[in-house]
Structures are given as C-alpha cells and as structure tokens.
C-alpha cells in the first residue's frame, strides 16, 4: 500500500498490508509486477498523476472528470500553466479558450482534464457503463478497448424495519426525508434543492 500521507487509520489495511510512502516507492516499483492506483477527482490524489508517468499501471477511476484535482494541482504548486496544460492536451485549443474567456468555475464540469492519466494507464477499471459511455463520447471509440466495468463491491443490506429506525433516530413517521451523500458540489445539486426547498409548502 503506497500513501502520502502520515498516517494510516483503517485496521484492517495496518493488519494486512505493507505501507511505505510514495518516496519508497519510486525507488523500489521494480520490485513489483502490478500497480493499481485509485484516482479520483480529489486533491488526496494529485500526488498520482507524477507518479504513473514513472510508473505506469492499472487505474481504477472513480471520477470520469478529473479537472477540479488538475485546477488544484496548479493553484497549491504555483505553477498558473497546470490546469491549462491538461486541458489543451486532453481537449485541444477550444478548451484552452474557454479557460481564459469563459465562466471559470464552470470549466471543471465542462472538460473531463484527464487524458493523460488515460494514455499512462495500463488499463481502466471504472463503476459503470456510463464511464464507458462518457470516454467514447469525449475521446475515440475504441478508447474503451482496455476498459472494464466491475461495479462498487458492497455487504448485503440487511432489511430494516422502517418504523423502528425512525424512532431510534428521533424522526417522526410523516416527516420527509433527503438525503445527499458525498461531498457538497454542482453536481449534487445541493444549491437547487435548497431552492427548491425554498419555494416547496413542504
């Protein structure tokens, strides 16, 4: 298990793996003969994108769009070019326009920003065909020739009695419930539930 981070919490990867940090590891990836990196639209995983052009191997991508973890990869190095960098190389000179002349915030939901982490895999794993359906749509078809789908492994849910979780958590049998998972975000739809709230008798 490669981290960079300074400390591991879950007992059973301290149980059962070998954790060494990302310095290790580029001196010691010979030793191994598979790599799987876990990538993700997440600041957690910028570390990576350096890392799989030195070593490259299989990657599970949990988030097709990667630009908001590129954006960020620019503004905490200082270097103004990263993000743009991404963008022109996965999308060409439209995206770089609308980078520098359009809604800024806007362009991380726009442009995926994640060829390079696609040319320097050895192959995709992602959670589901729309993944698939969003690399044939964004890059050529036969962009998915080393993809595959396995789906998010999960324990059975056990049936809950409905009445009895409501009163062990305080809520009353005709309140509505909403829940939303995850971080908070555009595509979450957090900001238009609220307004939606806003305008509901509920």
Known sequence: MIVNQDDVETPWIKANCNIYNVEWFKNNYYKYERVIYQFGNSHLHAYMFDLIKLVPGVVVLHDFFLGHV????????????????????????????????????????????????????????????????????????????????????????????????RKRLGIDRNDFIVCSFGFLGAAKCNLELIHAWQRSEL
């Open 70 to 165: 590129t954006e960020y990869m620019g503004a905490i190095s200082g270097n103004e070019f990263t993000w743009p960098k991404s963008l022109y190389e996965s999308h060409g000179y439209p995206a770089l326009y609308d980078r520098y002349h359009a809604d800024i915030s806007q362009i991380a939901w726009k442009y995926p920003s994640n060829l390079g982490v696609l040319q320097n895999s050895l192959g995709i794993i992602v959670h589901s065909e729309f993944s698939k359906t969003l690399a044939k749509q964004w890059y050529e078809a036969n962009s998915i020739d080393n993809w595959s789908v396995i789906p998010h492994l999960r324990l059975p849910v056990k049936a809950a009695d409905k009445a009895e979780a």
